[in-house]
């Protein structure tokens, strides 16, 4: 799919990009090209300034300095609108749909057909809106009801909806900021076949994503930033992933060590879970984890998981079965419920369910811990400020300006680690984590292993669902799989193999 044509002159070319926030520079003369035809990875580190980068093509933010050409012609987009009239399309990190619309609505917005009312009233023509929306759906191949709202739809269609959108549309470059993170394997291949064959038709691709074996599958060149900076642009037959990695983060990271099989299963049980029911989400799930532990639950997304943890953590109410911490039945009917009794949680969603977008860094790594703190009283800004430099420090979470800044203007990666530091400085008996590292550069990663392992050696129990298998492997101990809904096996991790985990999590007998 590469474009033989790499000498002629690219489709788009941004030069000499500036952008600064608060003072600080996030972008430093940053250059880049695309070619019609290609696949351009976009790389680096969270903050490295990506997001910006693509926001600033868009006509989403303004550049301090620089110029931006479209087939060698100077142009310049003060906002969306001036991009979208020149083919340019975003699928961004943060989804941007209307949640009270249906999907033919998101799809068609701006362009529902009209169909004949009186003369001088516009009246929509539901049935061919539908049909058309129907159609683009087929384009994937789905099966999703085009007279659903968005809200009432999974994660994953509401993310796939917004491609189908990017993609029918009259598209000369499509951005694409972390796509997969709601996908599944078969989506993700399914999206790239459609990537593709847009590329095919010489529709070029910016391609952002933190899951670096995607991009030597996907992508035909690699542009690198580190800190704002261009550091390195290259083909991708080139490069090798542990050079991309290193041009990423300035430094050789080591492979993760698995440190001791400690599965504190002499210890005491902190969680349990028996016969936990719920119809339609899952069913008859008994588990354990005991204090020091760190257990997986292994499945691809829409396993029934996330009913699941939202369940002990009270967001969501099983059908039958039961809870107990430290040996005690609890009744769980809220999340103030499961606090009470000691267990944190990180959901997936973490615009939606746990950031409070308008208030700084510190008080969003403090909110949890703030009945606490607030016993403090007079010293309490000052030991937030503490406790919040602490997290800062070692999960490396990084912002323009300091930890007073409104969580909205951090890059959605360090948003996680913020998720995340909250928990972990939430003095809690059990904390479940859902997807932990979605978004996390390779870096940062393997910094946040360490803090949930140090956590476990300081005695909590931790149960992580993912269904990033890499991520089971090199952080859990022990790991239940789970398929539609029903654990079908537990493994240790020192003997059980990728492909076992893999056949178990899509419900092949073991
Ligand atoms: N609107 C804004 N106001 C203030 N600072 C901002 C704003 N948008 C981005 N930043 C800052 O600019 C820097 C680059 O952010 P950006 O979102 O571009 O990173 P990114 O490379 O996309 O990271 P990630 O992989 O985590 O998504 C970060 O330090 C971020 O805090
Ligand atoms: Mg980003």
Redesign the pocket.
Known sequence: MMAENTSAAPLLEMRHIHKS??GVK?LDDVSVSLHKGEVLALL?E????????IKILNGDYTMDSGEIYLNGQHVQFHEPRDAEAHGIRMIY?ELHYAPDLSVTENLLLSELPRGRGFPGRYIIDWRQAREIAQSRLKLLDLAIDPDVHMRDLPVVERQIVEIVKALSADAQIIVMDEPTAALTPPEVEMLFGIIRNLCAQGVAIIYIS?RLDEIFEIADRVTI?RDGQHVATKRVDEVKLASVVELMVGREIEARRKTLALTGQESQVVLEVQNLTKLGAYEDVSLKVHAGEIVGVFGLIGSGQLSLTRSIFGAERPDSGSILVDGRECTIRHPQDARNAGIGFVPVDRKVQSLIMGQSVRKNVTLSNWQRLARMGFFQQRIEKDHTRHWVDSLGI????DME?PIR??????QQKTVLARWLEANVRVLILNEPTW?V?VGARSDIYDQLEALAQSGLAILIVSSDIQEIMSVCPRILTIYRGRITAEFHRESVSKDELLAAAAGEAV
């Open positions: 926030f608060f996030v680096g969270n903050g490295a300034g990506k997001s910006t980068l990190q933190h930033l990084r912002m323009a300006g800044v203007f951090l890059s959605g990666g360090n978004g550069d």
